[in-house]
Nanobody, 125 residues
Framework: QVQLVESGGGLVQAGGSLRLSCAAS????????MGWFRQAPGKEREFVAA???????YYTGSLKGRFTISRDNAKNTVYLQMNSLKPEDTAVYYC???????????????????WGQGTQVTVSS
């Protein structure tokens, strides 16, 4: 079992930045690929970014360049640095852990075994 707890969300003005953190406890954090997803009201949960055990990263195309995913295995934590935020980035952001490390599985919700409870990000215009 892996428990995931997100933090760092909040209210920010357009153009601002936030860094989300996701702390993991339980089985060896380094053995999981990690991902970030988001879900806006009335919309499906969508892929934001993922990082494999090796540190290789993947992003949804529209966010690459503004968002950066990273991990610190010593701290059992994955981060999502979000810059140049826009009102359309408003959503609940979730982190997730995947025992499968293959890229094909990491961009969909079904590829993940454990989920956090989410943290709200609101970007005002």
């Amino acid at each position: 079992q892996v428990q995931l707890v997100e933090s760092g969300g909040g209210l920010v003005q357009a153009g601002g930045s936030l860094r989300l953190s996701c702390a993991a406890s339980g089985r060896a954090f380094s053995s999981y690929a990690m991902g970030w997803f988001r879900q806006a009201p009335g919309k499906e949960r969508e892929f934001v970014a993922a990082i494999r055990r090796s540190g290789v990263t993947y992003y949804t195309g529209s966010l690459k360049g503004r968002f950066t995913i990273s991990r610190d295995n010593a701290k059992n934590t994955v981060y999502l640095q979000m810059n140049s935020l826009k009102p359309e980035d408003t959503a609940v952001y979730y982190c997730a852990a995947a025992s499968r490390n293959e890229p094909a599985y990491l961009s969909g919700t079904r590829g993940y075994d454990y989920w956090g409870q989410g943290t709200q990000v609101t970007v005002s215009s």
